[in-house]
């Protein structure tokens, strides 16, 4: 009795012209003889440059984005730019940064416990 598969839903009837179908298509996948979508013409310009694109990039001969010209305003700015604090100022007497530096602490400390709270009788 506990080995017994408890099938759900309407039974299937195997000889119904819609399962015959199904089982055919599933055939068609398995050999390969289903095509889904469009056919993609060899031929063409666009699947050609798609090609020649694909192996200059795999080759490193494509970069992505613009060039980046050493010395110029953009690049000194950017190298800069991690030393500029960028944003507003924090206010450290702010209550949400206290508590959040209070949080912060107790994750450190392994106090902060997480979930709901245990139900009390």
């Not at 199904?22 to 095509?35: A, M, Q, V």
Request: glycine share 8%; charged share 40%.
């Amino acid at each position: 009795m506990k080995n017994e598969v408890i099938k759900l839903g309407r039974p299937v009837n195997e000889n119904s012209v819609r399962q015959i179908q199904l089982k055919e298509l599933e055939l068609k996948r398995l050999n390969g003889e289903i095509k889904r979508g469009r056919p993609v013409n060899v031929e063409s310009k666009f699947y050609l440059r798609k090609i020649e694109l694909e192996s200059r990039r795999i080759n490193g001969e494509l970069k992505r984005g613009r060039p980046i010209e050493e010395g110029s305003k953009r690049q000194v700015r950017l190298s800069v730019k991690g030393l500029v604090k960028l944003g507003r100022p924090v206010d450290v007497n702010s209550k949400s940064y206290l508590r959040k530096l209070e949080l912060e602490e107790k994750r450190l400390n392994g106090v902060l416990k997480l979930g709901r709270p245990a139900k009390t009788e």
